[in-house]
């Protein structure tokens, strides 16, 4: 969504936070933990930014605290961004998860891409491709309905 920064830059981490962590299962959550919260809190800062002062003024008026405010209006307001932010993120996740798995890991179907590879097996190659694919559009599309029906009270533009 935003321009100014590169798509994947804790991808470009991966090779350091392999040296500093060692090989396991702790520097792959790591990275993709940057990964996807990166994407999450850059959209979710702009929801928030976002926020329409005339809703935030009339709750004031209304005698809203700043704690009721923000848990009724700004939350509320920002949860669409939250969500695209949450799905930016899923996408992000995905692919470092798959290039950590290639790069060093013992498990998961970015190794068994790997291993597939050193003996050419093009079928595990393409069967791991698939779940990759399938897995990833499931889960998109469990936060597009979550966004669906958490937003479905806000107009569309």
């Known amino acids: 969504m935003d321009p ?7 991808l470009a981490l991966l ?9 396991g299962e702790l520097p792959k959550v790591f990275v993709i933990f940057l990964a996807a919260f990166l994407a999450c809190v850059i959209s979710t800062y702009q929801g ?3 926020v329409d002062k005339t809703l935030i003024n009339a709750a004031r008026v209304l005698g809203a605290k700043d704690g009721r405010i923000f848990a009724r209006v700004v939350v509320p ?5 939250i969500l695209v932010g949450m799905r930016v993120g899923l996408g992000s996740a995905w692919a470092t998860l798959v290039a950590a798995e290639l790069l060093a890991a013992q498990a998961g179907l970015g190794y068994r891409m790997q291993q597939a590879q050193l003996y050419y097996d093009l079928a595990t190659i393409f069967v791991d491709i698939i779940a990759i694919g399938i897995l990833g559009l499931v889960m ?18």
């Open 77 to 81: 307001a920002s949860t669409p961004f």
């Open 140 to 157: 998109d599309r469990l936060l597009l309905l979550a966004e669906t029906k958490l937003t479905g009270w806000q107009e569309r533009r």
């Open 4 to 10: 100014v920064l590169p798509h994947d830059p804790p």
């Open 15 to 23: 090779p350091l936070v392999l040296v500093l962590m060692g090989i």
């Open 48 to 50: 928030v930014v976002g």
